[in-house]
């Protein structure tokens, strides 16, 4: 039996047509690696983003924190002030001069009119001696002229009697010639020569009158004239050895020396301040104020100062409104009692009160009142990594507490310490 094999070429047909069919086509993969690559660049974004700083890198140990709390404010402030007498009498010298002597020192106490120093000035001497020559010039004039005024109205005084005389003399030929002519022993013409006569002396007399008065009247003038220049000049004398007698400089009242540091041939002007003298046992106490309360503390408020384990009550007596260097001056007396054994410059504690105490949300006092105004805080946030700026209205203050009138609750954390190194930051991250 024969068989019959395929041929080649049939076989080889049969394989490649099972070979050549089509495979279904395959899906794309780069949307899922887009896709698995914006996620990795997320998630690593975020960590990123969480693990960098958003805001000013501080150290927590560098800066100072303080919670908001719950209180009683008391509206007093602390200051440390300095005693000084309560009376003092400034020293100045009248005169310019050179110290030629110095009899006490600075410290040391003195009685009234104790001798404190000597001035040399020879001008003044030499200016002494020419008024005195004055003086005495104006004096001699005066005398010189009260004489002549004597002789001269003793001359007027015999003329005047002169001149009376003459017009008795000529009054009596009037009445004999008038008798003659009435029994016709003369003529009428000799009656009328007698009666000119008698006319004529009267008319001299009266102007003998009228001169001697003018005369008496000018030198009485001129008497009140010279007198008025040497009482003047008598006055300045007297002022002028005043100024001589202050050469010699005495204390005019009883204390202690202050200031006082003048040395023998030093120079001295006029005016100048040589010391003062400290009544020994009175006191005030000057103490340096922050602006801040300058228009709370008023003359009147209440304090009290702490002096060698004690307490005293003290009173604002006087304010010096000039504000310098961020400070003004407040002078305060003591109320019944003054601490014993005080000096001069001495410093003392001293708390003043400016109001009745009451509740109050309290922050602590800080430096950072001074470099926010008051008006702004960085807020620890509640995990502590970070402290944000906020906005808040402050009130009264003392030396340690703040009163809080809004911008922040009870129990929350402020950076309370300075913000000068922060600048304009809204954010602070709190590295630990």
């Not at 009266?206 to 005369?215: F, L, P, T, V």
């Not at 209205?393 to 009138?405: D, H, I, W």
């Amino acid at each position: 039996m024969n068989v019959i094999s395929p041929a080649p070429d049939a076989a080889i047909g049969l394989s490649g047509a099972a070979m050549d069919a089509p495979l279904p086509p395959r899906k794309p993969r780069w949307p899922w690696i887009a896709g698995a690559g914006a996620v990795a660049v997320c998630v690593l974004g975020y960590l990123v983003w969480n693990w960098m700083p958003h805001g000013l890198v501080v150290a927590e140990s560098a800066v100072t924190l303080a919670s908001v709390n719950k209180g009683v404010f008391r509206d007093d402030i602390t200051l440390r002030a300095t005693a000084r007498a309560l009376n003092s009498i400034v020293i100045d010298s009248v005169n310019r001069g050179r110290v030629e002597t110095v009899y006490v020192r600075d410290g040391a106490m003195v009685k009234k009119d104790q001798l404190l120093f000597r001035l040399s000035n020879p001008q003044r001497r030499m200016e002494l001696l020419q008024r005195q020559s004055e003086q005495a010039q104006q004096a001699s004039n005066l005398e010189s002229f009260n004489i002549s005024s004597t002789a001269a109205r003793s001359d007027s005084v015999r003329r005047m009697k002169a001149l009376e005389f003459n017009v008795s003399e000529a009054e009596k030929q009037h009445e004999r010639n008038a008798k003659l002519a009435a029994q016709g022993f003369i003529s009428k013409s000799v009656l009328q020569d007698s009666a000119d006569k008698l006319a004529n002396v009267k008319s001299g007399l009266a102007d003998e009158g009228r001169i001697a008065a003018q005369e008496e009247s000018t030198r009485r003038n001129a008497i009140r004239t010279l007198e008025g220049a040497i009482t003047n000049m008598r006055i300045g004398m007297n002022l002028f050895n005043e100024s001589i007698d202050a050469l010699t400089v005495r204390a005019p009242v009883a204390g202690r020396l202050t200031d006082f540091n003048l040395q023998v041939g030093e120079a001295v002007k006029e005016d100048q301040r040589i010391g003062r003298i400290d009544e020994p046992d009175s006191f005030k106490l000057t103490a340096q104020v922050d602006e801040f309360y300058l228009q709370r503390i008023a003359v009147g408020h209440q304090g009290r100062a702490t002096y060698g384990g004690k307490t005293y009550p003290v009173e604002v007596k006087t304010i010096l409104a000039q504000v310098k260097e961020g400070r003004f001056t407040v002078d305060l007396v003591f109320g019944n009692a003054t601490p014993s054994g005080m000096k001069p410059g001495q410093s003392v504690d001293l708390s003043i009160t400016l109001g009745e105490p009451g509740a109050a949300l309290l922050l602590p006092n800080g430096p950072f009142l001074n470099d926010s105004g008051g008006a702004w805080v960085f807020v620890v946030e509640p995990g502590g990594e970070a402290a944000t700026r906020r906005g808040i209205r402050l009130g009264r203050r003392n030396n340690r507490q703040v009163e809080v009138l809004s911008g922040l609750a009870a129990g929350e954390r402020v950076v309370v310490s300075s913000y000068a190194g922060f600048g304009k930051a809204e954010r602070l991250d709190l590295s630990r």
